[in-house]
């Protein structure tokens, strides 16, 4: 039977059919440098190391599972990322992918701005000391208290997402005695090449004001109408995990389109484009995201032309990676537990994990790779799933896997690429205690977001 979602994770919305998987590797024990962070190798003994650090160190100390992330990898796609849009544009890292007060604290130092989507990632963004004028606030449906805290403590932005947004936030902010900067997030009728749950620029679904029909035009009439705001731009985002330019392409002309009609109907030359994040990473050895130059180079050359055909100034350009940046700088360390093999199908292999610290391949059927890294094995190839401990079928980290024939109990298996996504959504289902976040740099290893505690899970349980 086919699985009828298409993988969030992998390559452009191919529906893989049961049973597919690639051929094994060649070398079970090789480390796809595009995969693994950069400090990832293997040592003498064969252990796999991160930062220095042996894994197996690293569970002896720190437990399994556990999320391990690469301060240097990630200082070193934040640079990247900043030096290839240069001062001309801004970089805002996605807050969702995955924040905290360290990571705050690194984008700051690191000169980039931040995205948050609700109260808590402001409050986090806040207590870790980001300037709240690097910061915009975006979300489908804020709160009247989201608002009023970001209006309150000076927001660089927020992103109206409603017709009813335009209005509630012109209203706090005059309130307050303050005028907001906002922008637009309008849907440009893109469909993204990725899973219809995280391709957002088609009209049928939550976000934005649609350009169809007239409606985003009339957004900016009413938007331009109201005291307590200032209109700077207009939003654009076409979706999660892509490698193809040609929908930034579309999307970038019909938003310049837009400005060409807001400058000839009322006369203002909108100054900020921002052309929201969704770049692609690679997952596994066949996918190929493009570097942040790249990138950067691409979308400039479109903004640029399609304002230039328009008689336009090119405006300011924003971009808000977070995948693209965390996604690859973080592995999730497991031991495994049993072993059960399935004559004529595959073995599958049971991990300390599953779906409560990576959902991701339970809700999108992402694809994931995975590698023994407590040794080295010659032993031939097996196919196998690697699964979870929750009581659930769909329990699922990788779902087609070749491992070494030799896997027993107690080994530690690792899955890349784990930084996006996996800590933010984990979950404390069937009681699951929600991994730690282990940054490690030049040797050594601290603990940044801690494992939590059966005091934790019980506090919240007020009981009689």
């Known amino acids: 039977m086919s699985r009828s979602a298409h993988p969030a994770g992998p390559r452009h919305a191919d529906v893989y059919p049961e049973g597919h998987y690639s051929a094994p590797a060649a070398d079970l024990n090789a480390l796809d440098e595009k995969v693994w962070s950069r400090t990832v190798r293997r040592n003498g003994d064969g252990v796999a190391t991160v930062a220095g650090i042996e894994v197996t160190r690293l569970a002896e100390e720190f437990g399994t599972p556990a999320y391990f992330l690469d301060e240097a990898d990630f200082r070193a796609r934040c640079r990247a990322w900043a030096d290839a849009f240069g001062k001309d544009a801004d970089v805002f890292y996605a807050g969702k992918a995955f924040l905290s007060r360290t990571i705050v604290r690194w984008l700051h130092e690191e000169g980039l701005n931040l995205d948050v989507c609700s109260g808590g990632e402001l409050a986090t963004a806040l207590a870790a000391g980001m300037p709240a004028e690097r910061i915009a606030f975006h979300g489908n449906n804020k709160s009247t208290e989201e608002i009023e805290r970001a209006v309150s403590v000076g927001v660089g932005r927020i992103v109206l997402d409603s017709f009813q947004e335009i209005v509630r936030v012109a209203h706090i902010a005059r309130q307050l005695g303050k005028v907001q900067p906002v922008q637009i997030r309008v849907t440009v009728g893109v469909e993204a090449h990725t899973h219809e749950f995280i391709a957002t620029a088609h009209e049928d679904q939550k976000f934005g004001i649609a350009l169809a029909d007239g409606q985003a035009a009339e957004a900016v009439r009413r ?176 779902r087609d896997a070749f491992l070494p ?26 009681h699951a205690l929600r991994p730690p976040v282990v940054a490690v740099n030049d040797g050594a290893a601290r603990v940044i977001v801690r494992r939590e505690t059966e005091e934790d899970l019980l506090r919240l349980d007020v009981g009689d």
């Open 405 to 430: 024939a030799d896997l027993a109990p107690g080994d530690l298996l690792a899955v890349p690429a784990t930084g996006a996504y996996c800590r933010s959504m984990a979950s404390n289902y069937n």
């Open 223 to 398: 938007a331009l109408t109201l005291d307590g705001i200032e209109l700077t731009g207009i939003h654009s985002h076409i979706g999660s995990q892509i490698f193809d330019m040609a929908g930034f392409e579309v999307s970038a002309r019909r938003v310049v389109q837009l400005l060409a009609a807001v400058r000839d109907e009322h006369g203002v030359e909108l100054p900020e484009i921002d052309l929201g994040g969704g770049l692609g990473i690679a997952y596994t050895s066949e996918d190929d995201p493009r570097e942040p130059h790249e990138i950067a180079k691409a979308l400039s050359d479109i903004v640029t032309r399609e304002c230039e055909s328009a008689g336009l100034r090119t405006p300011r350009i924003s971009v808000e990676p977070g995948r693209a940046i965390v996604g690859p700088t973080a592995f999730t360390l497991y031991e495994v537990g049993t072993i059960k093999p399935l004559e004529g199908l595959r073995t599958y292999v049971s991990v300390d994990g599953g779906m409560s610290d990576n959902i991701r391949t339970a809700l999108y059927d992402a694809e994931y790779t995975v590698a023994l890294v407590s040794r080295r094995s010659d032993a031939e190839a097996m196919l196998t799933r690697v699964v979870g401990k929750h009581c659930e079928s769909g329990d699922i980290l990788v």
